[in-house]
């Protein structure tokens, strides 16, 4: 298994969509931007300067398609000596599930304890393994990359320290690392360790760029989306698709509604029902 591999460096990524896509307080994450700590991290880490290295990059998500949006990027571009190659289920139950939106009700995306919550027999035991399989290849990975809002990288770094750090352990990263204080204060009610107990640091600054400029930076609107779902503090505004109307007269409605309370520098939560 793994832990009998001699030379190939493991990174293990945990992208997390489902009902983390339209969450407020979750900063959206592309394929992209993944990619790109990867990139960025192996061009000055210490597995990368020596001979030509080929790193294994596992993805652990509940969504099919990024394994495909982080090949694109990742598998065309080395840094330093290494050249990687992109690892990772597919279309595993938990991920098919949270495709297709199952258990999904209007205005409410399911996580997906809910949704396995709902599964019955063996299809509930194999979505259960789908998952505790991914929380084991992360935590047997010598470098992890994940988010602090999700408890499965959390999980992951918690049993690399718990079984004990291996030689080539480097510190998690954390894309969302800026709000680990909120993150923090939303634990501990629970007996959850702060983020920092766990190793996570801050993701490198991004010095090689895999592409043009990001959507994010040249949409005023999607800017401001990614700027407020970086601050876990603020409060969302919900808004409410109307309940009549053509179906380009609602989406219309709605879109005006939240550009302004995006403008006004406040999250967006958009409610109801369509059809």
């Known amino acids: 298994g793994f832990d009998d591999r001699q030379q190939t460096f493991l990174i293990g990524i945990h992208a997390r969509r489902g009902d983390k896509v339209v969450d407020p307080y979750n900063r959206y994450y592309t394929g992209r931007e ?13 597995p990368c300067k020596g001979p030509a290295a080929k790193v294994d990059v596992y993805i652990a998500s509940d969504s099919a398609t990024v394994k495909g949006e982080v090949r694109a990027f990742l598998e065309r571009t080395p840094a330093a000596s290494c050249s ?14 949270s495709d297709a939106h199952r258990f999904d009700r209007p205005g409410e995306i399911q996580g997906m304890a809910g949704k396995v919550g709902q599964m019955k027999g063996a299809e509930a035991k194999e979505a259960t393994l789908d998952i505790l399989f991914d929380i084991y290849m992360l935590s047997r990975a010598d470098l992890l990359i994940g988010t602090l809002t999700s408890q499965i990288g959390r999980t992951a770094a918690g049993l690399r320290k718990v079984v004990g750090f291996r030689p080539r352990y480097f510190s998690p990263l954390a894309m969302d690392y ?4 909120s993150v923090q204060g939303m634990g501990q009610g629970d007996g959850i360790p702060s ?4 190793g996570w640091v801050k993701t490198p600054r991004v010095e090689v760029s895999l592409g043009d400029s990001s959507f994010a930076e040249r949409s005023e609107l999607l800017g401001l989306i990614c700027a407020l779902q970086a601050d876990t503090s603020r409060e969302a505004h919900e808004v409410r698709l109307p309940e009549e109307g053509e179906l380009a007269e609602v989406l ?11 403008r006004k520098g406040a999250p967006v939560r958009v409610a109801g029902h369509l059809g």
């Open 34 to 46: 993944y990619a790109e700590t990867v990139v960025n991290w192996a061009s000055t880490a210490e």
């Open 84 to 97: 990687f190659r992109v690892i990772g289920m597919d279309d595993s139950v938990s991920q098919q599930a």
């Open 178 to 181: 800026r709000n680990w204080q």
């Open 195 to 198: 983020p920092l107990g766990e």
């Open 252 to 262: 219309l409605g709605a879109a005006e509604l939240a550009a302004k309370e995006l």
